[in-house]
């Protein structure tokens, strides 16, 4: 029976060293600076991990479902509409006021 891969720090640092790679060497590969990928393992560089996950050829939520919260990017959902903001500026903008008294 296969078991389903659970990718830790731990699994995705072997994974690199078994594949010959750095996560120096990714990051600068991915024109990133030379820790981006270090701090992505450990959730403080998205664009980090993103190359790690690129650089494995492992989808990027195989490898961190719950390291990097879901934006809309991810979710495919919309930003909140312009009327909702709370800015006043939009606010005029929306009622075509011209903002003068």
């Known amino acids: ?30 024109g990133l600076y030379a820790s981006a990928c270090r701090q992505g393992i ?8 993103e190359a790690i996950a ?16 879901r934006g809309r990017h991810d979710e495919g959902k919309i930003s909140r509409r312009a009327d909702e903001s709370g800015s006043a500026k939009v606010a005029l903008i929306l009622d075509g006021a011209s903002g003068a008294p």
Do not use: C
């Open 54 to 69: 690129t650089a494995l050829g492992i989808p990027f939520r195989e490898l961190f479902p719950n390291s990097y919260s």
């Open 1 to 30: 029976m296969n078991t389903p891969q659970v990718w830790d720090r731990h699994a995705i640092n072997a994974e690199i060293r078994r594949r010959g790679m750095t996560l120096t060497g990714i990051a600068l590969d991915a």
């Open 42 to 49: 450990i959730g403080m560089s998205r664009p980090g991990a």
